[in-house]
């Protein structure tokens, strides 16, 4: 019984396919959707944002001689 792949979804167009290990592209269903999903992140559009790290607080008043 090994003839029933599990069906998976393509993260790139969303579309179920079959799983196959002869697809080197898995988990997405052809080569042109990893390359979409490559191009994202080459875009940084998964970017995480990160706060820029400005530590003021060892931040040190110039000395007042008034
Ligand atoms: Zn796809």
Same mark, same amino acid.
């Given at each position: 019984m090994k003839e029933n792949p599990p069906i998976v979804t393509c993260p790139s167009c969303g579309k179920e396919h079959r799983w196959d290990t002869s697809n080197r592209f898995r988990p997405f269903c052809s080569e042109r959707c990893k390359m979409i999903d490559l191009g994202k992140w080459a875009n940084e559009e998964?970017?995480?944002? @990160? $706060?820029?790290d400005q530590d003021e607080q060892e931040y040190?008043? $110039? $000395?007042? @001689?008034a």
């Amino acid at each position: 019984m090994k003839e029933n792949p599990p069906i998976v979804t393509c993260p790139s167009c969303g579309k179920e396919h079959r799983w196959d290990t002869s697809n080197r592209f898995r988990p997405f269903c052809s080569e042109r959707c990893k390359m979409i999903d490559l191009g994202k992140w080459a875009n940084e559009e998964y970017r995480v944002a @990160q $706060p820029a790290d400005q530590d003021e607080q060892e931040y040190t008043e $110039p $000395p007042h @001689q008034a």
